[in-house]
């Protein structure tokens, strides 16, 4: 079992930028994927950006060049470092960690890109 803890979320004006963590604990050797979804009202959840145990990294068109996702591995965190933020940006956002026999989720931070 992986437990979760999100921080970082909040308001934040278009253009603005914000910094979400998640700091994993528990079962975090057999950690091979983390990775931070969003929903947005009335959509599904969608990944937004991923990073696997070799450090490739994956991200949705919408965020590219944008988003940048990183780990510490010392401090067993992922970070989602979000810049030029835009409305359409605004929504719930999860981390989600995989290992072997299944998968964790943190409780979700709301993220509203809003003048």
């Known amino acids: 079992q992986v437990q979760l803890v999100e921080s970082g979320g909040g308001l934040v004006q278009p253009g603005g930028s914000l910094r979400l963590s998640c700091a994993a604990s528990?079962?975090?050797?057999?950690?091979?994927?983390m990775g931070w979804y969003r929903q947005a009202p009335g959509k599904q959840r969608e990944l937004v950006a991923s990073?696997?145990?070799?450090?490739?990294?994956n991200y949705v068109d919408s965020v590219k060049g944008r988003f940048t996702i990183s780990r510490d591995n010392a401090k067993n965190t992922v970070y989602l470092r979000m810049n030029s933020l835009k409305p359409e940006d605004t929504a719930v956002y999860y981390c989600?960690?995989?290992?072997?026999?299944?998968?964790?989720w943190g409780q979700g931070m709301q993220v509203t890109v809003s003048s």
């Open positions: 528990g079962s975090i050797f057999s950690i091979y994927f």
């Open positions: 989600n960690v995989r290992v072997p026999d299944g998968s964790s």
């Open positions: 990073i696997i145990k070799d450090g490739r990294t």
